[in-house]
């Protein structure tokens, strides 16, 4: 009797785990992984001459150069800032700390539409700033640097989010004992520091670099959607759709997925590497 009750509540509960397993299954089938099947299977629905004929196209080569280019430029603005960002807020205390770590999320909260509406009104024809910027030929909205600002603005909170908890958790004690040896800030930024946050800032890199991508919303505004000039990616495959090339425009898309795939295969070599490291250091 007592066995028996003993293995009768774990026997019970097992269909809990169960239920919660089967439901992500199929969230993930039919959310995740059907779409990008649709989308591979559509690329390739005419042939491989014609997927190879839209992706080699001059506007989806220039398209993907500027998408490459808004993402080296965001990846590399938002690493320094948010790494500054993080030793500010978690080294220092200073009026205005809590109004910084507020701006720091501003982009998760505003909608990307109304950012790039926002870079509109700051650099466009109605903008104070338009004379000084048309007297120094400097054209920023409908151009690669308002794609590269819009870009920019949607991924601040990326590097510094990640990067602030792994700084708070370690606290200051290693880097004050290095102060007291005399050691420098970039010494002690190399050697202390950095060791800590460095699989973080990786990790923080890599989905800063997914949503730069990807974006769509802020970048279609400034765009103009002017045609192998400022049309990235989402774009290009916004309009091959529109005009109702739909197996260009899968095709297209299919370049979106193998980036998305090769990072998401970044984060989890990460992700790896950091718990085994973790692992080791316990042991």
Not at 21 to 30: C, H, R
Not at 80 to 102: I, Q
Request: glycine content about 8%.
């Amino acid at each position: 009797m007592s066995g028996k009750g003993k293995n009768a509540p774990r026997g019970a509960s097992l269909w809990v785990p169960r239920l919660f397993i089967g439901i992500s299954a199929l969230f993930a089938a039919v959310m995740l992984i059907l779409p990008l099947a649709v989308v591979l299977t559509e690329a390739f629905s005419s042939g491989l001459q014609v997927f190879l004929r839209a992706v080699s196209d001059i506007y989806a080569r220039k398209a993907l150069f500027l998408t490459l280019e808004a993402t080296a430029a965001s990846v590399f603005l938002n690493t320094v800032f948010g790494l500054a960002a993080a030793w500010v807020v978690t080294r220092y205390s200073f009026a205005g700390k809590g109004v910084l770590t507020t701006l720091i999320d501003i982009p998760f909260a505003v909608s990307p539409v109304i950012a790039g509406m926002i870079f509109i009104l700051t650099f466009g024809r109605l903008s104070w700033l338009h004379p000084v910027l048309e007297e120094h030929g400097i054209r920023i909205v409908f151009a690669t640097p308002g794609i590269i600002l819009a870009t920019v603005f949607v991924t601040i909170p990326f590097v510094a989010r990640e990067v602030i908890p792994v700084l708070e958790a370690r606290g200051t004690d290693e880097e004050q004992a290095a102060v007291l040896m005399g050691a420098g800030f970039f010494t002690i930024f190399r050697r202390v520091t950095f060791p800590h946050i460095r699989w973080a800032l990786l990790y923080s890199v890599i989905l800063c670099a997914a949503r730069a991508m990807g974006e769509f919303g802020a970048v279609s505004v400034v765009s103009g959607h002017l045609r192998g000039k400022t049309n990235t990616l989402p774009l290009h495959v916004e309009i091959l759709y529109s005009e109702y090339q739909f197996t260009a425009a899968f095709a297209v898309s299919s370049l979106l997925v193998a980036g998305a795939v090769i990072i998401l295969t970044a984060r989890n070599i990460v992700e790896f590497a950091a718990r085994k490291e973790d692992s080791l250091n316990v042991h």
